[in-house]
């Protein structure tokens, strides 16, 4: 993880404009639409408590925050699930 931006700094300095534009585009497009249902009901299932404990755990250890949540989602089934 240490050498993870360096890295990054060396493949992007590497790519042309056109590599650039396109690697841009895909990032847009990563970071403004979400995965389709089934991958988000995979995601919930396999990581959505792990990324909520960690969200609580660092709220608090960063502002001194207690977070309470309550999470809601379909699984691949359509069933909605929750836990809190």
Request: charged residues 35%; hydrophobic residues 40%; aromatic residues 12%.
């Given at each position: 993880l240490r050498r993870y931006q360096p890295t990054m700094t060396a493949i992007m300095q590497r790519l042309n404009e056109k590599e650039l534009q396109e690697a841009q585009a895909k990032a847009d497009k990563w970071t403004n639409h979400a995965p389709d249902a089934a991958v988000q009901a995979?995601?919930?299932?396999?990581?959505?408590?792990?990324?909520?404990?960690?969200?609580?755990?660092?709220?608090?250890?960063?502002?001194?925050?207690?977070?309470?949540?309550?999470?809601?989602?379909?699984d691949e089934k359509g069933s909605l699930l929750t836990s809190g």
């Open positions: 995979k995601t919930a299932k396999k990581r959505g408590e792990k990324m909520v404990k960690n969200f609580a755990k660092e709220m608090f250890t960063q502002a001194g925050m207690r977070v309470f949540i309550l999470g809601s989602w379909k």
